[in-house]
């Protein structure tokens, strides 16, 4: 049973830094595209990164968030990680990990099957 769990979510001021994790089981990790997603109330599920597979060597980011936030993975421990520095308020939301076994990293929320439970992040003004 394929499990994605985050951590790291919380509240900080504007100009500040949070890491969100992502830890996974019941898969073959390494061989997983991961991406992060992020939701606010009333609005739909927006891409927010995206790694490829095995090394990682390949990201993507949306533009909103090109600069500011990088994502990276640790095979070894499983985990997938998003560093968010000089946050904004409008980066205030739900943040989701994801996973799929397709070949390239996808940036649209429905071509990943499988999804953790989301982690808050505020950032104040």
């Known amino acids: 049973q394929v499990q994605l769990v985050e951590s790291g979510g919380g509240l900080v001021q504007a100009g500040g830094s949070l890491r969100l994790s992502c830890a996974a089981s019941?898969?073959?990790?390494?061989?997983?595209?991961l991406g992060w997603f992020r939701q606010v109330p009333g609005k739909e599920r927006e891409f927010v990164a995206a790694?490829?597979?095995?090394?990682?060597?390949?990201?993507t980011y949306a533009d909103s968030v090109k600069g500011r936030f990088t994502i990276s993975r640790d095979n070894n421990k499983l985990t997938m990680y998003l560093q968010m520095n000089t946050l904004k308020p409008e980066d205030t939301a739900v943040y989701y990990c994801a996973a799929d076994r397709k070949i390239n990293p996808p940036t649209s929320a429905i071509e990943y099957a499988y999804w953790g439970q989301g982690t808050q992040v505020t950032v104040s003004s």
């Open positions: 019941g898969l073959s990790f390494s061989g997983y595209v």
């Open positions: 790694i490829s597979r095995w090394s990682g060597d390949s990201t």
